[in-house]
């Protein structure tokens, strides 16, 4: 489940990757992106590595937001099959955005 707004801010899921790796600042990190209409979306899956999990339990993923990119006059590199998005020194590896957006 995602916790946030779709239909508030009235935003359609155009893609969804829930391992996605990313690499800020020289750091690589696995985390859900979801792209929408209007922006890319990053969660946190706050059940998982949760004690119930791990005793056979299954808590299902409980999604919250963690960062957001407006798409409006975003500019970003695509090289590689790998979206360079300069202002936010950030790197998602194996998105072409380019192909996503058009």
């Given at each position: 489940?995602?916790?946030y707004?779709?239909?508030?801010n009235?935003?359609k899921v155009?893609?969804?990757n829930?391992?996605?790796a990313?690499?800020?600042?020289e750091?690589?990190?696995?985390?859900?992106?979801?792209?929408?209409?209007?922006?890319i979306?990053f969660?946190?899956?706050y059940?998982e590595?949760?004690?119930?999990?791990?005793?056979?339990?299954?808590?299902?993923?409980?999604y919250?937001?963690?960062g957001k990119?407006?798409?409006k006059?975003?500019?970003?590199?695509?090289?590689?099959?790998?979206?360079?998005?300069?202002k936010e020194?950030?790197?998602?590896?194996n998105?072409?955005?380019?192909?996503?957006?058009k």
């Amino acid at each position: 489940m995602y916790n946030y707004d779709f239909e508030g801010n009235e935003e359609k899921v155009i893609y969804e990757n829930t391992s996605v790796a990313l690499e800020k600042d020289e750091t690589v990190i696995t985390k859900c992106m979801l792209i929408t209409n209007k922006n890319i979306l990053f969660f946190d899956n706050y059940n998982e590595g949760t004690a119930l999990n791990t005793r056979g339990l299954y808590m299902p993923p409980e999604y919250y937001v963690i960062g957001k990119i407006p798409l409006k006059n975003l500019k970003y590199e695509v090289k590689d099959n790998n979206t360079y998005i300069k202002k936010e020194n950030l790197i998602i590896y194996n998105l072409d955005l380019k192909a996503i957006l058009k």
